[in-house]
């Protein structure tokens, strides 16, 4: 009697987490349809099926419609580009949250997103663009990162606010680089690819910028999905962390890394978008708990599927694109807010 | 075994401790008794490795079976998913808890008597619970030592006799070099085998608790009077305990 009382509530979590996992399957799922049929030209579902699979039977055939080249040379490297920024985006910041043991921080918070920037604007200021870009996004997106993490370092111990702090001083220095790259920059050419692009949209994506993202933010996101058990361990304090048997101070570095990865990627191909790191995990926690084996597979699917909403969104609601950032940040930052005074109301009654 | 050896810590200048020497092997138990601020926590960290010791070596496995005193205080996991991070050594970077884990685990809730916390939210355990959780993941670390930093510091009297007949139970089976620091002499007559006693004026003293629970040795230690006293145990026998007189107790006529 006692076993099957026992059980019963673990089979209902099973259950429940399954549930969980197919609504928001199913949900990226409609978000993608939704985002590859809507927009000026309006494309049905059933004609959205028949061309995929046209295209996937006989990938070399010409592309003669009007519908085929909108769906498959403008809006699928778009939607795909947009899932797996998504996606890359919320797991970050869902790794971060861990190993700060922090809710509040995010890649933007913490200055990467901006030191990621600055290595953009720099790559572009020199002619630069592609695998290049890219690069010098995550190599000054990871330098941000050590800076905030030495800055904040203090007799071992990493409080949050001194985090949140340092991030905004870390941010701050490298949006002024960033000021003065744009004041050096060649009006003509280098200065408008470099405030352009800096807005951060999916407006430019295409193939071949897909296949640039693919690599950096599919090991990002591999790199975190491996580590998924031991984001738990790195959560706990480090001295009880340590006594177990890991090794806080150096296994922490993966996980950045990882993270610098897939923020720099997505610098690199879409510019600054900021608060879906928060955000999703956020809502990822409600739904599945702080187990990271089910938090960053949840961030995953409802990362992606939130960007690509918030990219049709931006693309579909008035006649010119409202610049991304403008979108996720009306989100983002009420629930940045809320975040903030209920994690300090918690702190205050503990 | 875990021990020190003419092990020394000091905070720049000052000097918490020098050339304490001392081992605790497979199946004895000992508790560490000393004033606040002597550097009985110090002695853990520097023992666990978390310390570096100015002078001296330290002796313990990499795994110390160690019991914080708060522990995993955020974590908003089952019981029974805390006590599985006691595994954590025998994963691999990548590696995700196996059932062989979770059994083992399993296992060492029941042997702290704590299989009702399973499937409890860890963050909403009382004090009690949660000690009764990090010890059971001490176990499920499968280390031959266990070291708890004031294990009943934070418990009320119920709880505490909980936690030393645990602490004693464990000390019984012999198959651990077990470590505790606390503040109260008699949970070292409950539950150990040795006493380190840190002196003020900067000595250690150590040898079995027969020896060194004496109201001589714990005037001097705590510098309040102490004695023996007779209470009466649940079944009518009389147990030996040792209580201060605190100055504020009313004088018997």
């Known amino acids: ?350 | 075994m875990i021990g020190l050896e003419n092990a020394s810590v000091s905070f720049g200048s000052r000097t918490l401790f020098s050339g304490v020497s001392f081992t605790v092997s497979v199946g004895r138990s000992m508790a560490i008794l000393g004033p606040n601020g002597r550097g009985k926590t110090t002695l853990l960290r520097a023992l666990l490795g978390f310390q570096p010791l100015a002078k001296g070596s330290r002796q313990a496995p990499r795994v110390a079976g160690y019991v914080p005193q708060h522990g995993a205080s955020q974590a908003k996991l089952t019981g029974l998913e805390v006590v599985i991070m006691g595994r954590a050594a025998r994963l691999g970077l990548f590696g995700q808890p196996s059932a062989e884990d979770r059994a083992a685990a399993e296992q060492a809730l029941v042997e702290v008597g704590a299989c009702h916390l399973a499937e409890l939210r860890y963050d909403r355990m009382s004090g009690g619970q949660r000690q009764m959780i990090l010890i059971a993941r001490a176990l499920a670390t499968g280390s031959p030592t266990l070291v708890f930093d004031e294990p009943t510091s934070a418990l009320d009297l119920g709880n505490q006799a909980r936690t030393l007949q645990l602490l004693n139970a464990l000390r019984l089976r012999r198959d651990k070099a077990i470590l505790f620091t606390t503040h109260d002499p008699n949970h070292a007559l409950a539950a150990a085998d040795d006493v380190l006693m840190m002196m003020p004026g900067g000595r250690e003293i150590h040898g079995p608790v027969a020896e060194m629970i004496d109201p001589d040795k714990l005037s001097e230690l705590y510098g309040v009077a102490m004695s023996w006293v007779g209470v009466s145990g649940p079944t009518g026998e009389t147990r030996r305990a040792i209580v201060p007189a605190f100055s504020g107790i009313e004088a018997v006529a």
């Open chain 1, 1 to 350: 009697m006692s076993t099957a009382a026992a059980e019963r509530p673990v089979w209902n979590r099973v259950g429940l987490r399954i549930g969980a996992f197919g609504a928001m399957a199913i949900l990226l799922g409609a978000s993608i349809l939704f985002a590859v049929g809507a927009g000026r030209f309006s494309i049905d579902v059933p004609r959205i099926g028949e061309i995929l699979f046209a295209a996937v039977m006989n990938p070399d055939a010409p592309l003669e419609q009007m519908d085929e080249r909108i769906v498959l040379l403008v809006r699928l490297p778009r939607v795909l580009l947009a899932a797996l920024s998504g996606a890359a985006l919320a797991v970050g910041g869902a790794a971060l949250q861990g190993v700060f043991r922090n809710p509040l921080v995010s890649p933007q918070v913490l200055g990467i997103s901006q030191g990621a920037a600055f290595g953009g604007a720099l790559a572009i200021l020199f002619g630069y663009a592609g695998l290049v870009l890219l690069g010098m996004a995550f190599v000054l997106g990871l330098a941000a990162l050590v800076l905030v993490g030495l800055l904040s370092r203090i007799d071992g111990r990493t409080e949050v606010i001194t985090v949140i702090l340092a991030g905004m001083i870390v941010g701050a220095l490298f949006a002024a680089l960033v000021s003065i790259v744009q004041f050096i920059a060649d009006p003509n050419t280098s200065l408008p690819a470099i405030v352009y692009w800096l807005m951060g949209s999916f407006s430019t994506a295409t193939w071949p910028r897909l296949w640039l993202a693919v690599p950096g933010m599919g090991l990002g996101l591999l790199t975190v999905w491996l580590l998924r058990y031991r984001l738990n361990l790195l959560a706990l304090e480090e001295q009880e962390a340590r006594s177990l048997g890991v090794n806080p101070d150096r296994e922490r570095w993966y996980v950045f890394i990882a993270i610098s990865l897939m923020t720099g990627t997505s610098v690199a191909v879409a510019g600054i978008i900021g608060w879906i790191g928060l955000v999703v995990p956020h809502a990822a926690r409600i739904l599945v708990g702080e187990d990271h084996r089910a938090l960053i597979p949840a961030c995953a699917l409802l990362g992606a599927a939130y960007l690509t909403f918030i990219d049709t969104l931006a693309r579909t609601m008035t006649a010119a694109e409202i610049p991304l950032g403008v979108l996720t940040a009306l989100i983002g930052a009420p629930v940045f807010a809320y975040l903030l005074r209920r994690h300090f109301t918690e702190a205050n009654r503990a």
